[in-house]
Structure formats: C-alpha cells, structure tokens
C-alpha cells in the first residue's frame, strides 16, 4: 500500500543509552546516518507516509535546540514526508518546544480517561508552532505490566478495548486530531492475550479506511491595499475575520496557503520589485521570507507533489513558463503552458492531492487546465464570465476538486462553476472596489 508505513528514526539520530540510564545524546552522524538509510530504502520511499522525531525527546534529556536540529536533519532526509513529534505525559503539560518543521504532535499518557486526554490536547494546543500543526493520539493495545504505563492496575481487556473507543471519540470531535497509533502491539499473540482491544482496533482501523471524506468547501476574501489588511468571510459569505500583513502598497501580492502541512490557510505577501516572498503561520507575524524568482514574476501557491503543504512558484511572462518549487529554494518543475498575455492560475483539477498548472485568455474568458506540471496537455478550454474579470479557483462544491471561477470586480462577487463547465455553482458578494479577490480555507 502507497505511504502506509511509519519508520522510527531512534538509531539514526540519537546514541543508544547506557544500561539502567534514561537520557540519551544526539548522534554526531545522524545527518550522515539520515541520508544512508534514504539510499537503502531506494525505490520503497514510495511506501513511506510519515517519520518520527526521537520519542519523547525532552524526557530522555535532548535540549530544544538538539530537537530543532534533530527535526531539520529529517526534514533534510525525508523532505516530502509527514513529520511526527511525541511528548511525554509531563511536557505535554509544559510549554515544551515544538519545532516548526513538525507535522503532527501527540503525547502518551495511557488509561486516564477521556476527561484528562480532551485536558491535556487542549493545552498541547496553546503552544503549538502554527496553526498548520495537527494532533496525535496513542490508543493503548495492551493492560500488561510495565507495557503500559497506568493500565495495570486492575484495568481489563474489556476496559482497554472502551479507552480505544474514546480515543477515536476524540478524533471524530477535533478536526485538529489526525493520526491514532496503537500503542505496544507486542505480535501475533495479541489477539489472545486482548481479545476485545484487537476487535476493537480493527474495527476503528476499518472505519477510519472506509470513511467517506467531506472536503470543506472554499473560503471566500479579499486584500485591501490601502491598509494591508485580510479580509476573510465563510463558504456562505459571512465574514469571519481580518488581518494585517505585509505593509500594504501596490507592490504587495496577497498569498495564502498551508505553509507548514495540512490544515487552514494563512497569509502571505509577494514583493514584485525584489521578488521576495514574506510567509506567515500566525496571520500576524512574518515566520519565513526568502527570494524565489525575478521582478516581474507573477507568483503562486501550491503543493505541487502531493507533500501536504503549500510551496511557492512563479510564472514569468516574459517565457509563459511556470517555475515550481517544493522548498522554497529550488525549482522541482518547469513547465511551459499558454501564450503571451495569458494569466496563470494553479489548482488540484484532478482531487489527488497534487496542484498543478493552468491559463486564462482575458481576450476569450477561456480557461485551460493541465492535469500535469511536468508534461504539457491541456484540458479543452472552458469559457466561463465575463471581459474584466479576474480568474479565480476554489472546490467551490466540497467535492474534493478544485473548479475554476472568476471574480468581477465591478459587483465584488466570486463566481464558481462546476468542473469543465460554465454552470456557475456558486456566487457570493464580498469585499469593496479596489480588493484584490483571495480564495482559501480559513478554518
């Protein structure tokens, strides 16, 4: 199965601890080790969804800048992959330093109840690095002594198979929850040792597999100007909130995006005359700003190979070539697509996760759509509003893919249409003359 497998990193970056001590040190070959188990795995890379920063880091003794750089020697390794940081019971409690290349959080604390589970995510969720982050949770798989801490006294296979339930309560409840790991399964004899938890399991297992997923459907905005603010509004139109970022001007290009991993959008800015991109994980503060480009570049925001998270590119007039980057730094694709005049716009056509490249002729109000960033074959074109119009996209439906629209500023109304279609599926009015129309998922 794609990306189905989980790999724990422990021998590669940290030394093995001493008999009867618990603290651990950093590995001094770790980056070295990293990048030599890459190349043993070869072609089964595929086959990986996620990597795991050392277990509970800060109890066995690592400082927060040995988890930092810890997490940056992975992420170097492993850069398409899920990363996942696990707390002990105690940090989870504390405001423990999570760095920001972490995908997803959980701490282990087993047997407590649900009660004490929804306390101690509520905290974690405070101190998290950005509101790209998302939750864990560690179901136990077994009662025995010294396996699971806090479940062996007196608790049952009956009890650890309702805890299992609660946990996936939990996850059903808080969409910032994403990932339940069972916890200790000891081999093929569990099914005999925990009946009723091994059923359990299984029928969670299923549940989460066979779900149905309910996309969230676009979000509407819009940048003003004049103030460098963001305006946001829900999928209904109602506005929902405001930011300001990035200075203002006529210089600055609104972006948004889900910068550090799946989850909502939040803001950024492009400076044309430097072609410096400003990121931010808050909507307040500037968390990334790096060059990618040349003046007069038109940016974009995607995750062009399916990593999760959003990336920067660009496209460039001058060539009608888009220039795609999956880390900020270096371009992965270059692809040339329309004619001169045209207008880029990029968007997940297909729903498999990945974004990729598309134009619009202002000349004809016809978009075209390429289901590909490496090989060039549009979609026939589709006709959809009005001359003056400004190309927009959005899963205007919450089916999964994302459909072309438009934004016409004379009226400040978003317009969407249903896939290959110029049935409009969606209109709302939003914003004042002058906006620059924004689409997203505010949350």
Known sequence: MPAACVIDLNQETVVPRAPGSWAVDPNPNAARNLL???RRIGSNIDKIGAVDVSDEPYSHGLSPAQVQT????????????????????WNAEQTAPIPATVDIVGFDYYCEGRGE???LLANLKTFLSSPDQHLMLFPESTNEYRVADGCYSGKTDADIAAYNAEYRAIAAQDPRVVYLQNFRWLGPDQPNKVPLTVAAQKRIGKAVVD??????????????????SFGQAAHNGWYTGQ?????????????TGHWNGPGTDTVGVYHRDTATFQLSYDNATVAATFPFGAPGDVPLVGDWSGQGRSTVGVYRPSDQYFYLSDDNATVRYRIKL???GWKPLVGDWDGNGTTTVAVYDPQTQTFYLNDSNETEHPRPGVRFGNPGDRPVKGDWDGSGKETIGVYRPGDQTFYGAAENSDLVVYSRKFGNPGDTPLVGNWG
């Open 338 to 340: 329309g004619n001169e």
């Open 243 to 255: 930011a300001v970022f990035g200075g203002g001007g006529g210089d600055v290009v609104p972006l």
């Open 211 to 228: 779900a149905t997923p309910t996309p969230a459907p676009a979000s509407v905005g819009v940048y003003r100007p004049s103030d460098g």
């Open 117 to 119: 589970i929804q306390r």
């Open 36 to 38: 030599d188990l890459v």
């Open 70 to 89: 810890q997490a940056e020697q992975i992420r170097a390794a492993f850069p398409d992959k899920t990363l996942i940081m696990s707390l002990d019971r």
